[in-house]
């Protein structure tokens, strides 16, 4: 009788969620070797993000409308020439809702000496566009050396934005114009 009553007693085992026979088992998140190397590539490029195509990817450029020359990404003074920032981006192949923030903020100096800021933000929307040659944002700023409002020193931002919101690290420029030259 009190063996009977120590089975009666006894704890009930333990679920078996691993055990082919449990209808419950969940299967194995572990994938395949075969498998694991079909989808490397996929995320590696997923977990890159949005980034410049190459070296010369993002920066400032001589011309109007486009890169006629790639100058950098922190060329200093700007000759007399039309200029522009631009950029060709790697964008991932899978998913959707990419982007990119852009900003500029520059401190302009009148011919009278005072200061006055001038900044700009704009988000843009990027997609895969295929192996051969990257997304492409040109002109995201025009920049006029010397500007006739007069000198300009100026910090430039893109920001890589994922689908979930999360920005990526950010690529930053600069450069300067010079004062006009008085009349």
Same mark, same amino acid.
Request: with cysteine.
């Given at each position: 009788?009190?063996?009977?009553?120590?089975?009666?007693?006894?704890?009930?085992?333990?679920?078996?969620?691993?055990?082919?026979?449990?209808?419950?088992?969940?299967?194995?998140?572990?994938?395949?070797?075969?498998?694991?190397? %079909?989808?490397? *590539?996929?995320?590696?490029?997923?977990?890159?993000?949005? $980034?410049?195509?190459?070296?010369?990817?993002?920066?400032?450029?001589?011309?109007? $409308?486009?890169?006629?020359?790639?100058?950098? %990404?922190?060329?200093?003074?700007?000759?007399?020439?039309?200029? %522009?920032?631009?950029?060709?981006?790697?964008?991932?192949q899978l998913g959707e809702g990419w982007q990119v923030k852009f900003e500029v903020a520059c401190e302009v100096t009148l011919p009278?000496?005072?200061?006055?800021?001038?900044?700009?933000?704009?988000?843009?929307?990027?997609?895969?566009?295929?192996?051969?040659?990257?997304?492409?944002?040109? *002109?995201?700023?025009?920049?006029?050396? *010397?500007?006739?409002?007069?000198? $300009?020193?100026?910090?430039?931002?893109?920001?890589? %934005?994922?689908?979930?919101?999360?920005?990526?690290?950010?690529?930053e420029g600069s450069y300067k114009t010079p004062m006009p030259e008085a009349e």
């Open positions: 009788m009190l063996a009977l009553l120590a089975i009666a007693c006894a704890p009930e085992p333990e679920p078996c969620p691993d055990c082919p026979s449990c209808p419950d088992a969940a299967p194995s998140g572990d994938l395949e070797g075969w498998e694991a190397a %079909l989808l490397q *590539p996929s995320l590696d490029d997923l977990r890159a993000g949005v $980034r410049p195509w190459d070296d010369q990817g993002f920066g400032v450029c001589m011309g109007d $409308r486009e890169c006629d020359a790639f100058v950098g %990404l922190h060329p200093g003074e700007l000759d007399t020439e039309e200029h %522009l920032i631009q950029a060709e981006l790697a964008v991932p009278s000496g005072s200061t006055k800021p001038v900044d700009h933000e704009k988000i843009y929307d990027v997609t895969y566009t295929g192996p051969q040659r990257g997304y492409r944002l040109m *002109p995201l700023w025009r920049i006029q050396s *010397p500007h006739p409002q007069g000198s $300009r020193d100026c910090q430039y931002r893109l920001t890589p %934005l994922r689908p979930d919101g999360t920005e990526g690290t950010a690529i």
